[in-house]
């Protein structure tokens, strides 16, 4: 048995393990583009714009630095004030095997941008 009488190699050098890298930690809100989903265009959202308010909705863990960085990575502009609203889920009873269910949800997002700024949205 060459259990216990096995001889170890001590001619080599103990070398330290090389320095650990930091694990790259990533932001809650993630890139731009996952963070703001789409531009909210509704009849309110409409008029909104008109007066440099531009509604988006945004993911659930969004928050508003998340929002400003987004705005102003992906359209060039500083946003002066953002505004978040949590948008409630809807119970609904489904009519053939009354069931119920969640409907909609979420959170959406108003950016106000300073005067003579403005954003395209197509």
């Known amino acids: 048995m060459a259990l216990f009488g096995k001889k170890k190699n001590t001619d ?9 890298v930091a694990p790259v930690r990533e932001e809650r809100g993630g890139r731009a ?8 265009i509704t009849e309110k959202a409409t008029m909104h714009s ?8 945004v993911t ?10 987004a705005v102003r990575a992906l359209y060039s502009v500083s946003p002066r004030k953002v505004a978040i609203v949590s948008i409630p889920r ?33």
Request: proline fraction near 3%.
């Open 12 to 20: 080599k050098a103990v070398t330290a393990p090389s320095a650990a």
């Open 33 to 40: 583009t996952d963070v703001l989903k789409n531009p909210r």
């Open 50 to 57: 008109g007066e440099g308010v531009y509604t988006f909705d």
């Open 60 to 69: 659930d863990s969004a928050t508003k630095r998340d929002i400003l960085k």
């Open 90 to 122: 809807k119970w609904k009873r489904n009519m053939r095997t009354g069931k119920k269910g969640q409907q909609g949800g979420g959170k959406k997002a108003y950016v106000y941008l300073k005067k003579g700024e403005t954003i395209t949205i197509v």
